[in-house]
C-alpha cells in the first residue's frame, strides 16, 4: 500500500530550561540543567494514501506537536518520519500571515514560502479571493482582520493551492457555519479526488461525519488508530469517564469546604464568640424535637463604636436551599451597638421543620448594609421526631374537612 | 572539528540555493517596513540626515567652535563619509538580530528556510544604504567633491558590509529568539560602539596599545573605508594587512555563528 505519511518510534522531547538563556548556555556547556517534556512519545504510524482521519485527544495531549512535525515546521527528536507529497498545512488557524501585509501580498507571501512561482499563484488568486470571500478587507493588514476573517483567507489559501496532503487544525472552529459548510465541502472533495487530510476539530460530530479514520492521542501517545467509529467510541467512553471524575472531584471539594465551620468576621469590629443552640431550659445541645422551640445564643464584643447593627439569620436544608431568611430590613432586628460585651438569643418558635439536618447562618449589617460583617457559616443542628408527619422540608398545618 | 568548519557551508548552501526567494523576501520586508508611513521610504533617508545635521551642529559647531579642521577636509564631509556606514551598520546589528523573532510566522507556521531569514532582512537594508551612499555622492558634488576612481572600491566594501552583517546576524539573531535579554543586550551594545567607533572623533587622538584596541573593532574598517574612498583616496588593498585582519575575524564570527545557528536551528521552532 502506497503511504502518504508514514512515522516510526518518533519521539518529540521540550527542553525546558529553568532560565531562558540557559538554552544558549547549553550549546557551549554541555552540563546545563534542564528538564525533558515528552511532547510525543514513540509514535509508530502508517497513513495510507487518500484517508481522511481526524486526529483526537484533549488540550496539550501532542496533537499539534504532532502535526508540525507532519508539515516540517519542527524536527523530532528521535524517530523518522516520511512524507510523500506536497503538504498544504493551515497551522492553529492563522497558518504563517505577516500581520503588516495586506490580504493579497500575504497569498503571494505564502506562495514563495512554499517555493512556487508568482505565475502559478497568479492563477489561482482569483479562486482564493473567490473562496475566502472576505471583500476590500483584503486588500487591508491582516493584523485589522477578525479571527473568523484570518480562518477564512488561510483556508482559502491551503486548499487552493493543490496539495496531496491537506493537514486542518482547529482552523474551522471560528468560522460561521455557511463558511464551515464551505470549507466541508472543498473537503469532501479532496477525498473524493483520493487526497489525504488530516483533521483536527473539537466539534466530535464533524469528525465522526467526515473521517473514515481516527487516530487517539493520550499525553503524548497513540492510544489507538483505525476506524472512525471504533475509535470515536472509545474516546466518547474516555471523556465521559474524565468528566464523572472531574464532577466527583468537584463534589468532594465542595463537601470539605461545608464541613467545617468557617467564622467570616471583621474581628477588629465585631468578635463575635460562642455560637450555641440551646433548648429551653438553657441546656446546650443541637437536637430538637419537631415541634419544639429552638434557640441559639451568640455572645459578641463590638470594638469599635458602630450604630444600628442588625441581626439576621438564614436557614437551609442540607443541600444548601434556602428555606428562610430573617428580614434585613426590619426595625425590630437592631441589637445592641454600644462597644462592649453583649449576649443575644434568639428563638425560633414552634419549629415545624420535619426531621433532618439544617443548617443554620447568621450575619450582622448596619443599617445601610454598608458593612456586612458574616458571621456563623451553616452551622449544623438536627430535628428529630417521634412520629412520621409527612414528607418535604416543612410541616403544613392542615385540616380534612369531608 | 571538522564539522565545526563544516556548519557554516551548510547555513551558505542554504543561502545560495534560495537565492531568488531571498531577493523577493528582501522586497517585501522594504515595502513592510516603510508602508505604513506616510513619507513612506523617504524616512530612511531623512532620519540619517536629521543625526548628521545635529552631530554636526553639536561637534564642529558646540564643542570644536567651528575650528580648523583636523582633517584637512571640511569636518561635515569627513563626518558624513564615516557615518555613512555606521547607520547601516547600527540598523541591522538590530534588525538583523531581531529577524527571527520578527518573522516568527515563518519559522512556527510555515515550512521556510530559516538561515536565509536574516540573509533577506540584511539585504533589505542594504538598499537603503546604496540609495544614502548615491545621496551621499550628489551632496559631495555639491560640495565640490567630484567622484574619483576610488568610489569603485564602494563595491567591495558593500560586499564586505553584506557578508559582514549577515555573518553577524547568525549569532545574534539565534540568541534573540533564545532570550529577550540577548536583544537589550544587543542594543545597548550598538549605542556604545557608536562612541567607542571613531565616527565623531578621530583615530588620531589614541596612541599606542589603545590604538590597537579601536582598530580591532571591524566596524572601523567600513569607517575609514568609506572615508579613504569619499575624502583620503586610499585602495582597500594598499591596506591589505587591516584587510586581512577584517576578513580573519570574519571568518571567526562566521564560525561561532554557523555553530550556534545550527545547534539551535531545529528548537527555534519550539521556542518562537
Given at each position: 500500500?502506497?503511504?502518504?505519511?508514514?512515522?516510526?518510534?518518533?519521539?518529540?522531547?521540550?527542553?525546558?530550561?529553568?532560565?531562558?538563556?540557559?538554552?544558549?548556555?547549553?550549546?557551549?556547556?554541555?552540563?546545563?540543567?534542564?528538564?525533558?517534556?515528552?511532547?510525543?512519545?514513540?509514535?509508530?504510524?502508517?497513513?495510507?494514501?487518500?484517508?481522511?482521519?481526524?486526529?483526537?485527544?484533549?488540550?496539550?495531549?501532542?496533537?499539534?506537536?504532532?502535526?508540525?512535525?507532519?508539515?516540517?515546521?519542527?524536527?523530532?527528536?528521535?524517530?523518522?518520519?516520511?512524507?510523500?507529497?506536497?503538504?498544504?498545512?493551515?497551522?492553529?488557524?492563522?497558518?504563517?500571515?505577516?500581520?503588516?501585509?495586506?490580504?493579497?501580498?500575504?497569498?503571494?507571501?505564502?506562495?514563495?514560502?512554499?517555493?512556487?512561482?508568482?505565475?502559478?499563484?497568479?492563477?489561482?488568486?482569483?479562486?482564493?479571493?473567490?473562496?475566502?470571500?472576505?471583500?476590500?478587507?483584503?486588500?487591508?493588514?491582516?493584523?485589522?482582520?477578525?479571527?473568523?476573517?484570518?480562518?477564512?483567507?488561510?483556508?482559502?489559501?491551503?486548499?487552493?493551492?493543490?496539495?496531496?496532503?491537506?493537514?486542518?487544525?482547529?482552523?474551522?472552529?471560528?468560522?460561521?457555519?455557511?463558511?464551515?459548510?464551505?470549507?466541508?465541502?472543498?473537503?469532501?472533495?479532496?477525498?473524493?479526488?483520493?487526497?489525504?487530510?488530516?483533521?483536527?476539530?473539537?466539534?466530535?460530530?464533524?469528525?465522526?461525519?467526515?473521517?473514515?479514520?481516527?487516530?487517539?492521542?493520550?499525553?503524548?501517545?497513540?492510544?489507538?488508530?483505525?476506524?472512525?467509529?471504533?475509535?470515536?467510541?472509545?474516546?466518547?467512553?474516555?471523556?465521559?469517564?474524565?468528566?464523572?471524575?472531574?464532577?466527583?472531584?468537584?463534589?468532594?471539594e465542595a463537601k470539605e469546604s461545608n464541613t467545617d465551620i468557617q467564622i467570616m468576621e471583621k474581628k477588629?469590629?465585631?468578635?463575635?464568640?460562642?455560637?450555641?443552640?440551646?433548648?429551653?431550659?438553657?441546656?446546650?445541645?443541637?437536637?430538637?424535637?419537631?415541634?419544639?422551640?429552638?434557640?441559639?445564643?451568640?455572645?459578641?464584643?463590638?470594638?469599635?463604636?458602630?450604630?444600628?447593627?442588625?441581626?439576621?439569620?438564614?436557614?437551609?436544608?442540607?443541600?444548601?436551599?434556602?428555606?428562610?431568611?430573617?428580614?434585613?430590613?426590619?426595625?425590630?432586628?437592631?441589637?445592641?451597638?454600644?462597644?462592649?460585651?453583649?449576649?443575644?438569643?434568639?428563638?425560633?418558635?414552634?419549629?415545624?421543620?420535619?426531621?433532618?439536618?439544617?443548617?443554620?447562618?447568621?450575619?450582622?449589617?448596619?443599617?445601610?448594609?454598608?458593612?456586612?460583617?458574616?458571621?456563623?457559616?451553616?452551622?449544623?443542628?438536627?430535628?428529630?421526631?417521634?412520629?412520621?408527619?409527612?414528607?418535604?422540608?416543612?410541616?403544613?398545618?392542615?385540616?380534612?374537612?369531608? | 572539528?571538522?564539522?565545526?568548519?563544516?556548519?557554516?557551508?551548510?547555513?551558505i548552501k542554504e543561502n545560495i540555493v534560495n537565492t531568488g526567494r531571498t531577493f523577493e523576501m528582501s522586497?517585501?520586508?522594504?515595502?513592510?517596513?516603510?508602508?505604513?508611513?506616510?513619507?513612506?521610504?523617504?524616512?530612511?533617508?531623512?532620519?540619517?540626515?536629521?543625526?548628521?545635521?545635529?552631530?554636526?551642529?553639536?561637534?564642529?559647531?558646540?564643542?570644536?567652535?567651528?575650528?580648523?579642521?583636523?582633517?584637512?577636509?571640511?569636518?561635515?564631509?569627513?563626518?558624513?563619509?564615516?557615518?555613512?556606514?555606521?547607520?547601516?551598520?547600527?540598523?541591522?546589528?538590530?534588525?538583523?538580530?531581531?529577524?527571527?523573532?520578527?518573522?516568527?510566522?515563518?519559522?512556527?507556521?510555515?515550512?521556510?528556510?530559516?538561515?536565509?531569514?536574516?540573509?533577506?532582512?540584511?539585504?533589505?537594508?542594504?538598499?537603503?544604504?546604496?540609495?544614502?551612499?548615491?545621496?551621499?555622492?550628489?551632496?559631495?558634488?555639491?560640495?565640490?567633491?567630484?567622484?574619483?576612481?576610488?568610489?569603485?572600491?564602494?563595491?567591495?566594501?558593500?560586499?564586505?558590509?553584506?557578508?559582514?552583517?549577515?555573518?553577524?546576524?547568525?549569532?545574534?539573531?539565534?540568541?534573540?529568539?533564545?532570550?529577550?535579554?540577548?536583544?537589550?543586550?544587543?542594543?545597548?551594545?550598538?549605542?556604545?560602539?557608536?562612541?567607542?567607533?571613531?565616527?565623531?572623533?578621530?583615530?588620531?587622538?589614541?596612541?599606542?596599545?589603545?590604538?590597537?584596541?579601536?582598530?580591532?573593532?571591524?566596524?572601523?574598517?567600513?569607517?575609514?573605508?568609506?572615508?579613504?574612498?569619499?575624502?583620503?583616496?586610499?585602495?582597500?588593498?594598499?591596506?591589505?594587512?587591516?584587510?586581512?585582519?577584517?576578513?580573519?575575524?570574519?571568518?571567526?564570527?562566521?564560525?561561532?555563528?554557523?555553530?550556534?545557528?545550527?545547534?539551535?536551528?531545529?528548537?527555534?521552532?519550539?521556542?518562537?
Open positions: 500500500m502506497e503511504y502518504s505519511v508514514s512515522i516510526k518510534n518518533l519521539t518529540k522531547i521540550y527542553k525546558i530550561y529553568e532560565k531562558s538563556w540557559h538554552r544558549a548556555k547549553h550549546i557551549f556547556f554541555r552540563n546545563t540543567k534542564y528538564k525533558k517534556f515528552y511532547a510525543l512519545k514513540n509514535i509508530t504510524i502508517d497513513i495510507p494514501k487518500g484517508e481522511a482521519v481526524g486526529v483526537l485527544g484533549k488540550n496539550g495531549a501532542g496533537k499539534s506537536t504532532l502535526l508540525k512535525i507532519i508539515t516540517g515546521v519542527t524536527t523530532p527528536t528521535s524517530g523518522s518520519i516520511e512524507v510523500n507529497g506536497k503538504i498544504s498545512a493551515l497551522l492553529e488557524l492563522t497558518s504563517g500571515f505577516d500581520s503588516e501585509l495586506t490580504g493579497i501580498e500575504n497569498i503571494y507571501l505564502k506562495a514563495l514560502t512554499m517555493g512556487m512561482q508568482k505565475k502559478e499563484m497568479d492563477s489561482q488568486l482569483q479562486d482564493i479571493i473567490e473562496f475566502a470571500d472576505i471583500g476590500d478587507h483584503i486588500h487591508q493588514p491582516v493584523r485589522t482582520y477578525s479571527s473568523g476573517m484570518k480562518a477564512r483567507l488561510g483556508f482559502a489559501i491551503s486548499v487552493n493551492v493543490d496539495p496531496d496532503i491537506l493537514i486542518v487544525d482547529e482552523a474551522l472552529s471560528v468560522g460561521d457555519d455557511i463558511f464551515k459548510l464551505k470549507c466541508i465541502e472543498r473537503m469532501e472533495q479532496f477525498k473524493e479526488q483520493g487526497k489525504t487530510i488530516l483533521f483536527v476539530s473539537h466539534s466530535l460530530f464533524t469528525v465522526k461525519s467526515f473521517c473514515n479514520k481516527c487516530m487517539w492521542i493520550k499525553d503524548g501517545e497513540l492510544v489507538s488508530y483505525g476506524d472512525t467509529g471504533e475509535i470515536m467510541l472509545q474516546y466518547e467512553n474516555y471523556l465521559k469517564e474524565e468528566r464523572a471524575k472531574e464532577k466527583k472531584q468537584k463534589r468532594l477588629e469590629i465585631v468578635e463575635f464568640k460562642n455560637f450555641k443552640f440551646r433548648h429551653g431550659n438553657g441546656e446546650e445541645n443541637n437536637k430538637f424535637l419537631f415541634g419544639e422551640d429552638v434557640f441559639y445564643t451568640v455572645e459578641y464584643e463590638v470594638k469599635k463604636p458602630m450604630k444600628n447593627l442588625k441581626w439576621s439569620f438564614t436557614l437551609r436544608d442540607a443541600e444548601t436551599t434556602e428555606i428562610f431568611g430573617s428580614d434585613k430590613r426590619s426595625d425590630k432586628h437592631y441589637i445592641k451597638s454600644e462597644v462592649g460585651k453583649h449576649s443575644l438569643r434568639v428563638t425560633l418558635k414552634e419549629l415545624k421543620l420535619l426531621p433532618g439536618k439544617y443548617l443554620l447562618s447568621g450575619e450582622v449589617r448596619d443599617d445601610h448594609g454598608a458593612l456586612h460583617i458574616g458571621y456563623a457559616n451553616r452551622v449544623p443542628f438536627v430535628v428529630e421526631g417521634k412520629d412520621f408527619v409527612g414528607t418535604g422540608i416543612n410541616y403544613i398545618d392542615h385540616e380534612y374537612e369531608n | 572539528m571538522i564539522r565545526f568548519l563544516k556548519n557554516p557551508f551548510i547555513l522586497f517585501k520586508e522594504l515595502e513592510k517596513r516603510y508602508s505604513g508611513a506616510a513619507l513612506g521610504a523617504v524616512w530612511a533617508m531623512v532620519k540619517p540626515m536629521l543625526f548628521i545635521a545635529v552631530y554636526w551642529f553639536a561637534i564642529d559647531v558646540g564643542i570644536r567652535g567651528g575650528g580648523d579642521d583636523v582633517t584637512g577636509y571640511p569636518f561635515i564631509l569627513w563626518l558624513i563619509s564615516g557615518i555613512i556606514p555606521w547607520f547601516f551598520i547600527s540598523e541591522t546589528l538590530v534588525y538583523g538580530g531581531t529577524s527571527l523573532r520578527q518573522n516568527k510566522h515563518l519559522i512556527t507556521k510555515l515550512v521556510y528556510p530559516i538561515s536565509t531569514i536574516p540573509t533577506f532582512r540584511v539585504l533589505s537594508q542594504m538598499y537603503v544604504h546604496l540609495a544614502m551612499t548615491i545621496v551621499t555622492m550628489v551632496l559631495f558634488i555639491f560640495a565640490g567633491v567630484y567622484p574619483t576612481v576610488y568610489y569603485f572600491q564602494l563595491i567591495y566594501y558593500n560586499v564586505a558590509l553584506f557578508i559582514f552583517m549577515t555573518v553577524v546576524s547568525w549569532t545574534t539573531s539565534a540568541l534573540v529568539v533564545v532570550s529577550r535579554d540577548f536583544e537589550h543586550l544587543l542594543k545597548s551594545v550598538t549605542q556604545m560602539l557608536f562612541w567607542l567607533t571613531p565616527i565623531l572623533w578621530h583615530l588620531s587622538n589614541v596612541k599606542g596599545f589603545l590604538k590597537l584596541v579601536i582598530m580591532a573593532n571591524p566596524i572601523y574598517y567600513f569607517v575609514k573605508g568609506y572615508r579613504d574612498t569619499f575624502l583620503t583616496q586610499e585602495w582597500f588593498f594598499e591596506n591589505w594587512h587591516y584587510s586581512l585582519y577584517f576578513w580573519g575575524l570574519t571568518i571567526v564570527i562566521a564560525l561561532i555563528g554557523a555553530f550556534i545557528f545550527n545547534k539551535l536551528k531545529n528548537e527555534l521552532a519550539d521556542i518562537l
